[in-house]
């Protein structure tokens, strides 16, 4: 089964193709981070205008490097949220008017749910159950997932989520935008000797919380410069990602422990950074867990893992209604139904 995904709620513009579920036949991506730059972020308005401009060139494009013809598409998925409004009014309603068109079924995708299938887009071999550590600037989740369409939401953010964390303290430190990838880039430069925060008020629990560090970044750069004294950058920023990894790291890997799962993937945008990367991947094998990540080009926002994930949820559930409305506060905490953790 051959499926059309798009994927249009921040600011990529992205469409693909894929069979089957796992195997990618094109994948497109159009970023607007040149657009978006000198506002130091996201401006919603501009977003949905640029995927209007480009999304009907960008679709025939991914048809033709696929080398197929619209007579071939089985299924159309798109996100339907969470996102911003515009955008994803966009995506939502071009897959709507291909699935008429067409005369194929219609799938709305919750754009977390489809982070987790970017790993089996890029690892044939991956199957539940498994643990997944979804890290963008939106989302930070840690999700058991035992079988296909089949979730427990085991903890979340409090507040931020760690790329937003990273854009925000990339902006008191002067980096710019997309803050990730640079903090990422300066902390390699620097020591990670700063104890940012004291204490971690959510340990022992599975939910996350980084305002607080994003907080202590902020305030400690405030204080030297009223003092007029130097701000060591690169360590600052090797600090702060330094403690975001560890966060990120206690929770998850108890989380397998204590539901006695082996199997790790990683997902979303903060998945590429390297620190976390080479963390996780030795503690990983540490403890005999198999670990999984997806290359760069699927960890940030792509149509692909739409695509699968509408591929599957087709099978489970069959098309969505086309009065699916977009929802830009959609949230993903679907309950574990009938599943004895101590099996998997």
Sequence with gaps: MLCLGVETSCDETAIALVEDGRKIRSN????????????????????ARCHLEVISRLTAEALQEAEVAPEAIDLVAATYGPGLIGGLLVGLSLAKALSLAWKVPFVGV????????????AHRDLEPPLICLTVSGGHTQLVLMPEHGRYELLGQTR???????????????GLGYPGGPRVDRLAKTGQPTLTLVQHDALAGTYDFSFSGLKTAVVNLVHNLEQKGEPIPVADVAASFQRQVVTILMDRTFRALEENNVKTLALSGGVAANSELRARFAAEAEARGVKLYYPPLALCTDNAAMIAACGYFQWLREGASPLALAANPRLRFEPPLVGADKNSL
């Design 159 to 173: 507040d931020d989520a760690a790329g937003e964390a990273f854009d925000k303290v990339a902006r008191v430190l």
């Design 28 to 47: 497109l991506i159009l970023s607007q981070i040149d657009k978006h730059q000198k506002f130091g972020g996201v401006v919603p308005e501009l977003a």
């Design 110 to 121: 919750n754009h977390v749910e489809g982070h987790i299938y970017a790993n089996f887009l």
